[in-house]
């Protein structure tokens, strides 16, 4: 046996490597459902069965959820969030979810609320807010989103317990960001 011999091993066809397969979910992720059967397809011949793909299915299923909010977002509208929080009084709230701030030493955690008007983190006995007029850019890496100031600065940066979440804020924060600056 040859103990580099996975090197130079030649991948069936149709076979990507776990970084190509991420990279093609980060592109589908930023377009649309044409390509998400084929990446189911593609994971299944990805690893052996021996193999944990755990995170690549929680990535499909991030891909579904994000599918199904874009669904409704095409109807002209955005999810409704029932919450009474006291944070954000009468606003209406479009996303709640678990999520902490990588930035804070202590990384606390909380929930990440985005209503018509801004996003907000509220735990640890803190609560910080973003409006979206202030805000730029709106990006995802892995887990994590960023809100970005014009000046590039970050006017905030949460991280999410799944892909899931993390997708869907991203996807929603762009949609009210956008539809706050046509106002």
Known sequence: MNLFGWIRRKRAP??????????????????????DAELRRQLDGLA??????????????????????????????LPA??????VIGAERCHFSAPASLPADHGQ????????????????A????????????????MERDVILVRADHAPAAHF?????????VCAF??????GARARL
């Open 172 to 177: 929603l924060a762009r949609q009210l960001k």
């Open 108 to 123: 606390a955690s909380g929930r990440v609320l985005l209503t018509p008007v801004r996003a907000v983190f509220v735990g």
């Open 14 to 35: 149709g076979d990507l490597p776990r970084e190509h397969w991420r990279a093609a979910w980060s592109a589908a992720v930023e377009g649309t459902e044409a390509h």
């Open 81 to 86: 969030v029932e919450t009474r929080h006291r």
């Open 159 to 167: 991280r999410f317990n799944t892909y899931g979440d993390a997708v």
């Open 48 to 77: 052996p069965a021996d193999q944990d793909v755990e995170v690549e299915l929680e990535m499909l299923d991030a891909l579904e959820q994000l599918r199904n909010v874009q669904r409704i977002a095409v109807s002209g509208s």
């Open 125 to 140: 006995g803190r609560t910080s807010a973003a409006a979206w007029h202030g805000v730029h850019r709106v990006l995802r």
